[in-house]
């Protein structure tokens, strides 16, 4: 490639999870750092990074259209094309073949590797295409600039990820090969990053991990921590209001973090617990250890501890071999839960996985029909939970203006967006009456502004 000049302005695209979300930040505080600056909305920017999603394969086929079009859009505006850096998962399950398909990527990085972001673009603006999908044993979080830096303000709601990898294995998922292993950063450290958080604005912060509360520490004196110790530390924190965590795996919901529910006044009444299916035969194929009945059985446990949790799950539907039977029981699941929201997928067959391998794969109009069913199921539940909310008082944080004149929005304790009017400020805490149900979200009427 030509050598160019040292970029001034940069663009981050995060697509999929929230931990990317997370990575992009710390990206974005790295480019920051080497004096690089966000490019003005509306303006090309001198790099992209695409810092993309692996999970299913439409996520995938998205960096391939998104590289197509930067492409285009500089030789419409008649400049030259951006350097372009793949990032993410993507980067590094494909990092060869993006390099083969696509000679307008100068950089490749992986999930675990970004930090070496700044040698890398060095490199690059000398003219030569690099890729670096290294797991190295120092970890990124070490090598990264502190949080926050290059940056004055965080919003009121900040992401802190706190455990990465997993070694769960399930055979449809591709994160054990592109996240790598379960590690978990250490209590010090997170500490010291929810601090600088809340001095720049957050009074929410959730805790991100692939499984999240497979998180383990050390206290100040040597003892063994869970998430449910990270979580009492956090919550000692003045300034800080509200703690979430996302995404737990089953097998990792111990007795100890339940009772945090009910114990802990911060740790909000609100638990994603991706159970998949219904049916105990395509949880065995997935590698879930965790039976239905297992399952509903930890989520009675939960509500024992916080009868007014909300309750969402990940399904994944046309896994191979799945009955219409065993869809049933997927839909009997649901009917027996009453979620207050869900996330439901099309069984995606992913390079490299057991699943992929296996007989029985179901035909596309066979999934369509039944993620269509399943999210009938889960809408109606999602309204109804709002439902049953009208006429609750709760607090709101308040996150940013809505479209229409003088209206606010933010999240209830449930993680419902709540819409409302009236004199609010983004970062405040506010008390309303919830009062209208739609099944996105929730009208409510400002009481009283809550001191902080
Ligand atoms: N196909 C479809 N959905 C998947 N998920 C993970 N891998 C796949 C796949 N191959 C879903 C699971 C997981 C969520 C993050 O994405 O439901 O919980
Ligand atoms: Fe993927 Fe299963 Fe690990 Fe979740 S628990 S990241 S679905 S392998």
Redesign the pocket.
Known sequence: MPKTTPPRTYRIKSFG?QMNVYDGERMAELLGAQGIAPAPDGEEADLVVLNTCH???KAAEKVYSDIGRIVKDARREGGAAPLIAVAGCVAQAEGEEIMARAPSVSMVVGPQAYHRLPEMLARAVDGDRVTDTDMPAETKFDALPPRGSGRRKVGPTAFLTVQEGCDKF?T????PYTRGAEVSRPITDLIAEAARLIDAGAREITLLGQNVNAWTGKDGRGRALGLDGLVRELAAMPGLARIRYT?SHPADMTQALIAAHGEVDKLMPFLHL?V?SGSDRVLSAMNRSHTADSYLRILERVRAARPDIALSG???VGFPGETDAEFDETLRLVDAVGYAQC????????PG?P?AQMDGQIAPEVMDERLARLQQAINRDQLAFNEASLGKTCEVLVEREGRHQGQMLGKSPWLQSVHFSGEAQIGEMVRVELAEAGPNSIGARLLEKVAA
């Open positions: 999870c999970i299913r394969e399930c449809y998922c591709v994160v995404t991706p998949q990940d399904f994944i996330f439901s997928f099309k069984y995606s067959a992913r996985t699943a």
